[in-house]
Nanobody
């Protein structure tokens, strides 16, 4: 069994920053061979893919966050990060970590509001 646990969410003012972390634990030797993703789901909306990082550290982002968000990984710590800068109210959502096949974290709430 594999567990993904997100942290780092919270309330931030527009223009602020947050860094989300996703720690992978359980029956897995290494996360290095897996692509990892961050998704988000806003109230009343479908879950959307925000960012992906491949095993080779190639990254991809949804257009709405390009230039503001950065996904990264530290395989030695079994952790994936999402650095979010210049946050906007429309970034408000529950953010989910996904990967190691099709495992999901429980989500962390990000609220951008003044």
């Amino acid at each position: 069994q594999v567990q993904l646990v997100e942290s780092g969410g919270g309330l931030v003012q527009p223009g602020g920053s947050l860094r989300l972390s996703c720690v992978v634990s359980g029956r897995i030797f290494s996360i290095s061979r897996y692509a990892m993703d961050w998704y988000r789901q806003a109230p009343g909306k479908q879950r959307e893919l925000v960012a992906t990082i491949t095993s080779g550290n190639k990254t991809n982002y949804v257009d709405s966050v390009k230039g503001r968000f950065t996904i990264s990984r530290d395989n030695t710590k079994r952790t994936v990060y999402l650095q979010m800068n210049s946050l906007k109210p429309e970034d408000t959502a529950v953010y989910y970590c996904h990967g190691i096949g099709d495992y999901w974290g429980q989500g962390t709430q990000v609220t951008v509001s003044s």
